[in-house]
């Protein structure tokens, strides 16, 4: 996360949502929701869970760097495909 309440922390990106440029990411942005019991046999309660945040408040983590960097794309040594990687070490991002 670059910014928000949650600036700083760390976490496996869920889900993307490409057509809301949105993305879930595990363990950030909870919300809590108020649920009525179900007869399918849900949960009643107040239930926290994630939601989608804005994909510009999210960047990758670079080990190397030790900081979460912005993408870069350049083509391979073969010229045929694009690789991914780190604008802040230039290192090829897995």
């Given at each position: 996360m ?8 760390r ?12 993305v ?71």
């Open positions: 670059i910014s928000g309440k949650d600036a700083g922390k976490g496996k990106v869920l889900k993307v949502l490409r057509e809301k440029g949105r879930v990411v595990q363990g950030v942005n909870f919300i809590k929701r108020h649920t009525k019991a179900r007869a399918a046999g849900k949960e009643s309660g107040i239930l926290e869970k994630e939601a989608p945040l804005h994909i510009s408040k999210v960047a990758l983590w670079d080990a190397k760097a030790n900081k979460g960097s912005r993408v870069g794309l350049r083509r391979s040594k073969d010229g045929k495909s694009r690789e991914r990687v780190s604008r802040s070490t230039g290192e090829v991002l897995g």
